[in-house]
Structures are given as structure tokens and as C-alpha cells.
């Protein structure tokens, strides 16, 4: 009788399904696309501890090994100090480095990738890759050979 109108309602409720179908499916997308930057940003979110911050005072245990203990150096050894942050190092030889990848291996040792300057001299940029340990006493750091 009033095909029209019929016909109106089906297009209308098509019309309803299509929209609704639509927002399903970009809250899926969203939701999936959220979920891989979540666990991706996770992956390299890996950060020192706040606690490293501080004075250390360097003692060289072998050509990879140097052990940097807590506090400052004894007044004969003034250029062995350095300054640890959980984004920098900093040493009294005029070498500045910053942290850009920190990966957590363990509890208490981490790898590291940082962008240094050493300007004593000449300015010379260089990358440094190394494990750090926290220990009790201070920090561990082994340097990986470079090539």
C-alpha cells in the first residue's frame, strides 16, 4: 500500500546498520592500533633508576671493567671523579655522554647505547655501548669491544 514508506524504513535501518557496522569497526582498529603502540613504546621504555644519581669516583679494574664506587674521589685523584644520572654521565676529563638507548637485561644491569663528547682538546664525537650494574657499593660498567 504504501510502498514508499516501506521501502524509506528498509534504506533507513540499512543505512543504521552500515553506520553502526562502520563505528565497530574503526573502535577495533583503534583499539588494536593502541595495543601495538602500547606494547612497542613498552619495549623501549627502559629507564635507570633515579637512585644512580650522584658522585663517583673511577677505579679501573681492566681494559672492559670499570668499577665507579659511590662518593667522591680522595683529593690526589680529583680528575677520577665522574657524575652518573639515569640519562647521563659525566666525567672531570671533559667527556659528556647521553643515554639514548637503555635496555634492562636484569633486576640490576642494563645496557646502553650513548652519544658522548669528549672536549678536552680537539671536540671529538663518539657512541659508546656498555653494561652497567647497580651495586651495593656503586656501578659496574663493562665496555663492549668496538667493530
Known amino acids: 500500500m504504501f510502498p514508499c514508506c516501506h521501502r524509506t524504513a528498509s534504506v533507513s535501518t540499512k543505512r543504521r546498520n552500515r553506520a553502526l557496522h562502520k563505528a565497530t569497526m574503526k573502535k577495533a582498529l583503534l583499539a588494536g592500533v593502541t595495543a601495538l603502540f ?48 639515569s640519562t647521563t654521565y659525566e666525567n672531570m676529563r671533559d667527556v659528556f655522554c647521553e643515554f639514548v638507548e637503555i635496555k634492562k637485561l636484569t633486576a640490576t644491569t642494563y645496557q646502553i647505547q650513548a652519544n658522548c663528547v669528549d672536549s678536552h682538546a680537539a671536540p671529538r664525537k663518539f657512541t659508546s655501548l656498555f653494561e652497567l650494574e647497580i651495586l651495593p657499593r656503586g656501578l659496574l660498567v663493562t665496555y663492549f669491544s668496538e667493530g
Open 38 to 85: 602500547l606494547a612497542t613504546g613498552t619495549a623501549h621504555a627502559d629507564e635507570l633508576p633515579k637512585s644512580i644519581d650522584g658522585d663517583y669516583c673511577k677505579n679501573i679494574l681492566d681494559d672492559s671493567q670499570v668499577l665507579y664506587e659511590h662518593g667522591e674521589c680522595d683529593i690526589g685523584h680529583p680528575s677520577d671523579g665522574a657524575f652518573f644520572s
